[in-house]
């Protein structure tokens, strides 16, 4: 059974601050994503590593930075932290070579920034 | 890239009736459309799936079609009950990488 787990459900941040959020599969999953959930505006997606050290911008990149230096974890970075980061934040883990779609995803974690 | 469209974006039904929501896509090389459910406070989880080289899936009270021609697909639930009240995404795949485009997402409210 697929497991993707999140560092926190909840974080209070303040402006300006530098937050990480981290994300850990276990099912040896090459592919790893980051999106954002807000209301009425679905999944949005921050980044995503198809490999260890390999990054791609997604939709929505700006104001966010991301690490993968194990296959297992990725990293979501947010250098500055503003109000409009607010959001919902999920990870999401997919085997590579097309074969097997599916992305399996964590819990999330729901970030404020004051 | 891909642009993925989806209505309604909330959706009433009486228990035991059927539900429709449907997505439509703009990239004619995407292949694989899947469908998640994600309960309140929990996260989205695959419930079905279909390829583009079928134009229909059952599994159960769910089904999917998918029309190639047009651009559509649509998620098909019969005999509602409350468990099946959550928040619905549609998706499509990107050619040429493994990255999913979601949709904006369909609130279902089963009314028992």
Not at chain 1, 4 to 17: A, D, F, H, M, N
Not at chain 2, 9 to 20: F, M, N, R
Not at chain 2, 37 to 42: D, F, I, R, S, V
Not at chain 2, 47 to 55: A, F, K
Request: aromatic share 10%.
């Amino acid at each position: 059974d697929v497991k993707v787990t999140q560092s926190s459900r909840y974080l209070v941040k303040r402006t300006g601050e530098k937050v990480f959020l981290e994300c850990v599969q276990d099912m040896d999953h090459e592919n790893m994503f980051w999106y954002r959930q807000d209301p009425g505006l679905g999944l949005r997606l921050i980044y995503f590593s198809y490999d260890v050290k390999m990054k791609e911008k997604g939709d929505i990149p700006e104001g966010y930075s991301v690490s993968r230096e194990k296959k297992e974890r990725f990293s979501l970075i947010l250098e500055s932290a503003s109000t409009n980061q607010t959001s919902m934040y999920l990870c999401a883990s997919s085997l590579a070579g097309g074969l097997e779609e599916t992305q399996y995803f964590g819990p999330g974690t729901r970030l404020l920034v004051l | 890239g891909e642009n993925v469209e989806q209505h309604p974006s909330t959706l009433s039904v009486q228990e035991g009736d059927s539900a429709v929501i449907k997505c439509t896509y703009s990239d004619s090389a995407s292949n694989y459309f899947p469908w998640y459910k994600q309960e309140l406070g929990k996260r989205p989880q695959l419930i079905i799936d279909i390829r583009s080289n079928v134009g229909e899936k059952k599994d159960q009270r769910i089904a999917v079609t998918l029309n190639k021609t047009a651009k559509h697909f649509s998620l098909h639930i019969t005999e509602t009950q409350p468990e099946d009240s959550a928040v619905y995404f549609c998706a499509a795949n990107n050619f040429g990488n493994e990255k999913l485009t979601f949709g904006t997402g369909t609130r279902l409210t089963i009314i028992p």
